[in-house]
T-cell receptor, first 111, second 116 residues
Framework: GQNIDQPTEMTATEGAIVQINCTYQ??????LFWYQQHAGEAPTFLSY????GLEEKGRFSSFLSRSKGYSYLLLKELQMKDSASYLC????????????FGKGTRLSVIA | EAGVAQSPRYKIIEKRQSVAFWCNPI?????LYWYQQILGQGPKLLIQ????????DSQLPKDRFSAERLKGVDSTLKIQPAKLEDSAVYLC??????????????FGPGTRLLVL
């Protein structure tokens, strides 16, 4: 089976750094995705990790440890527009299988 | 490049009625997914198509839900009859082939369904 855990809600201050954690227990692993979803909108792709380590993309970075079943999304220089839900999703071994999503972490950025 | 299109954007029906949703994936994308997203939760896969064939429909409640992708492009998802617990956002996504672990899925804006 698949189980993906992330905190339900987080609050952070504009300009600060926030780390959103994701732990997973899955029967096989073929990559982890982070998506951003603003209220009432579709999820949009942020990052993909399949090997251990940190992937940096502008203000956003994503880290993966396969041995620990753990990932985090790091958001730097927070802006008000970063207020959204952040979804962690895992793909099982076969490349043709769909993503299994966590429940998402709702991030509120305050002034 | 045009994104994934879905219609309608909103739908309100009474329980036991029928409803249908339409999705047009990104041009050239072979794989199409329908997800159900209940408020406060992540998307849950209902069905996955590769061209016009079903790859995975293990979580589709087949007694009331059906989906088709007849020509390997557009797809429709139908609920008949609807139940209160079907109130959710129905998201359509597509990807180029669906065979690579790295391949990104692109989501449409979703159809927000309310069953009264």
């Amino acid at each position: 089976g698949q189980n993906i855990d992330q905190p339900t809600e987080m609050t952070a201050t504009e300009g600060a750094i926030v780390q959103i954690n994701c732990t997973y227990q899955t029967s096989g692993f073929n990559g982890l995705f982070w998506y951003q979803q603003h209220a009432g909108e579709a999820p949009t792709f942020l990052s993909y990790n399949v090997l251990d380590g940190l992937e940096e993309k502008g203000r956003f970075s994503s880290f993966l440890s396969r041995s620990k079943g753990y990932s985090y999304l790091l958001l730097k220089e927070l802006q008000m527009k970063d207020s959204a839900s952040y979804l962690c999703a895992v793909r099982a071994p076969s490349g043709n299988t769909p993503l299994v999503f966590g429940k998402g972490t709702r991030l509120s950025v305050i002034a | 490049e045009a994104g994934v299109a879905q219609s309608p954007r909103y739908k309100i029906i009474e329980k036991r009625q029928s409803v249908a949703f339409w999705c047009n994936p990104i041009s050239g994308h072979a794989t199409l997914y329908w997800y159900q997203q209940i408020l406060g939760q992540g998307p849950k896969l209902l069905i996955q198509f590769q061209n016009n064939g079903v790859v995975d429909d293990s979580q589709l409640p087949k007694d009331r839900f059906s989906a088709e992708r007849l020509k390997g492009v557009d797809s429709t998802l139908k609920i008949q009859p609807a139940k209160l617990e079907d109130s959710a956002v129905y998201l359509c996504a597509s990807s180029l082939e669906g065979t690579s672990g790295q391949e990104t899925q692109y989501f449409g804006p979703g159809t927000r369904l309310l069953v009264l």
